[in-house]
């Protein structure tokens, strides 16, 4: 049976495929489909990521034979590479410079649990590499550095502006990072009043105590406030990971574990008795 490509800017690539356990009717079922939805769209490899499917399992076509890679692992490489890539996953038309193995070993398994190896060089190893990649969840914006990312990120909106909502490109430097930086600040003052009782007399640890209370109520708005913006950019910007709120729940999380470990230290140490 055919099935629908997942094409950019579709998330879905980023799982990561579990390994097949099983080698029964229902992994030759997608052996197939993977097979069926590779020759209608005329691909020469294609991973079952690529049709929502995240188990480790590729097809990848040699000369006139379709290899079944079930478990693939890359043991060696050799030599390096630089090419001009191009990806199903992307846009047709679009293509970048990275680099690649020129020789590979890889062990897998066929279709009945049975342990293979293949050595592959040149364009097959290129391709292999590929759906290894979209096994791991990579791919090939995964292989540019910083600045070259955000310039092919830009190609990618140019491109399709109008068929896509990819949203602003990232950039250097987001307006929520000041809100962050501000209660970190504060929580790195607050935590500098703690060598008070051991230098301070009991009147001026009572006036930095009740600046510590003052510094540690706005704390908590400031992480309100780098919360709900940090949501605004996540729209705004919707093809940066560093927008997803799975991160911007982590960050939040992780200031408010120092906040807890800070206010304790204030009303447990600097008070004055």
């Known amino acids: 049976m055919i099935k629908e490509l997942i094409t950019y800017p579709d ?3 980023r799982y990561i495929s579990a390994d097949i356990r099983k080698y029964d009717d229902e992994l030759f079922e997608l052996l197939e489909n993977m097979r069926d939805t590779m020759e ?77 190896h293949l050595d592959a060089e040149g364009e097959l190893s290129q391709r292999l590499q590929r759906q290894i990649d979209f096994l791991f969840g990579g791919t090939l914006l995964d292989k540019l550095d910083k600045k070259e990312r955000q310039k092919a990120e830009e190609i990618l909106v140019s491109q399709h502006e109008g068929v896509y909502d990819f949203g602003a490109s990232c950039p250097a430097v987001f307006v929520r990072d000041y809100f962050k930086k501000g209660a970190k600040y504060l929580m790195a003052a607050v935590a500098l009043s703690f060598i008070t009782p051991w230098v301070l007399s009991d009147e001026l640890r009572h006036m930095v105590y009740t600046v510590d209370k003052f510094a540690l109520m706005l704390v908590p708005v400031l992480m309100v406030i780098y919360f709900m913006y940090a949501q605004h950019e996540a729209k705004l910007y919707k093809q940066c990971t560093s927008c997803q709120i799975g991160n911007i729940i982590g ?23």
């Open 40 to 116: 209608h769209h005329e691909l020469n490899a294609i991973s079952a990521i690529q049709i929502a499917i995240p188990y480790s399992a590729i097809l990848l076509k040699e000369g006139e034979n379709i290899l079944e890679l079930i478990n693939a692992r890359l043991i060696s490489t050799e030599g390096v590479e630089e090419i001009d890539e191009v990806s199903p996953y992307f846009p047709k038309g679009f293509s970048a410079k990275i680099k690649r193995y020129g020789k590979i070993k890889v062990v897998y398994e066929n279709r009945n649990g049975e342990l293979r």
């Open 11 to 13: 998330e879905r690539i």
């Open 251 to 273: 960050t939040t999380a992780i200031m408010a574990f120092q906040l807890l470990i800070v206010a304790l230290g204030v009303f447990f140490w600097v008070a004055p008795k």
